[in-house]
């Protein structure tokens, strides 16, 4: 049985990390969080010690390294906002232990290059959540476009619309210095995922950016894509808000759709039992997601020519 520490532990994202270190088998020792709204975590871990300030949870996190004798921690779940993440993960790697980090990773690439330094530093590693990497839709995707001919390219067009109440904005998620602003807060699961199933990026543009939506073409070895992703309700097709949905999803390849809504919520528990096993993506898997991500934020606008998603126009 392994022992955790977990920060962020009262956001959104927390319980699925509570969950999957339970249904691995392992346990919750120490949890951070600057808010003290943590009640969830008697469902999962009662026994498991609290603290709001960080030099407390580090010295007691130190506390159990010196102990040894099995008490000291041996992974860091990080569930923080992602401009904290790279120090987050130097905590865990110096206190001894294998962090375990949300996605993006890290906002820029070189911030990846520091991080190895600390892996080769002190031996200890870092397993991201890459969670797409590991739906069966995406895998058989891959596998599909891994037997294609070599020099065939898919057609691939990318929806994302996710609705976000006017908090989103308030809140870190919509401040481009913490959260890296749309494409990078959502939008990497999904370049992460078109680079694993379809190769090496090979060119990148931007069509619109502003804090609620974004689109852009992306081609990669095997595919051209047209992307777009909004936090707003009104870009939601009018017969699917007349249903009452607030999400709506779609990829296609080669105009055929892909279905990957179900079974993306229980995907920690499965990116933990890799990881446990030796088998989580580590830094290097990440660098092209992020350098995509990086290059989005700081692109200029390309002109609407060529390929571009239908719904910029
Ligand atoms: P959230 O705002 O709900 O939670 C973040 C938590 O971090 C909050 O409780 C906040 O108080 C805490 N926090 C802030 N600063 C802190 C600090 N210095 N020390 C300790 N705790 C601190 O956000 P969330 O939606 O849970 O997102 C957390 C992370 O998970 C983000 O990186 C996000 O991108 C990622 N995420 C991943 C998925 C996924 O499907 N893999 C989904 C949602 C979010």
């Keep these: ?46 026994d498991a010690d609290f603290f709001t300030e960080f030099e407390r949870f580090d010295r007691h996190v130190d506390k159990l390294r010196r102990q040894g004798d099995g008490k000291q921690i ?56 890459l969670q797409l990497r590991l739906h069966p839709a995406i895998i058989a995707l891959k596998a599909k476009v ?7 390219k898919f057609d691939v067009d990318l929806t994302y619309i996710t609705s976000r109440g006017h908090w989103y904005l308030q809140s870190w998620k919509g401040d481009d210095k913490k959260s890296g602003g749309i494409s990078t807060n959502i939008g990497v699961h999904f370049y ?3 680079h694993f199933v379809f190769g090496k990026l090979q060119d990148n543009k931007v069509h619109y950016n502003s804090p609620t939506k ?8 095997k595919a051209r894509v047209r992307w777009f992703l909004s936090v707003d309700v009104n870009d939601i097709p ?22 990957f809504s179900d079974g993306f919520t229980d995907l920690h528990t ?12 580590g830094l290097e898997e990440n660098r ?9 934020r700081s692109a200029a606008i390309s002109p609407l020519t060529g390929d571009y998603h239908p719904f910029v126009a």
Excluded at 11 to 21: E, N, Q, V
Excluded at 238 to 259: F, H, K, M, N, W
Excluded at 288 to 296: D, L, Q, R, W
Aim: proline share 4%.
């Design 214 to 221: 974004a689109a852009g073409y992306l081609e990669y070895e």
């Design 192 to 194: 992460d995922m078109l």
């Design 1 to 46: 049985m392994k022992n955790f520490a977990l920060i962020g532990a009262a956001g959104y994202i927390a319980p699925r990390h509570m969950k999957a270190i339970r249904e691995t088998g392992n346990n919750l020792v120490a949890a951070l969080d600057k808010n003290d709204s943590v009640g969830i975590i008697d469902s999962h871990f009662p």
């Design 270 to 281: 499965v990116s933990y039992r890799e990881i446990l096993a030796g088998r989580g993506f």
């Design 288 to 296: 092209v997601a992020i350098e995509t991500v990086a290059h989005i």
């Design 74 to 129: 041996d992974y860091v779940a990080i569930c923080s906002p992602n401009y904290l993440h790279d120090s987050h993960m130097r905590f865990a790697l110096r206190a001894g232990a294998d962090a375990i980090c949300e996605k993006p990773l890290v906002l820029n690439p070189w911030n990846i290059d520091g991080l190895q330094e600390i892996e080769r530093e002190t031996g200890r590693r870092v397993n991201t959540i």
């Design 238 to 259: 009018a017969d699917v808000r007349a249903a009452g949905q607030r999400t709506y999803r779609a990829i296609t390849a080669d105009g055929e759709s892909i279905e």
């Design 146 to 152: 891994a037997a294609s001919p070599a020099d065939k």
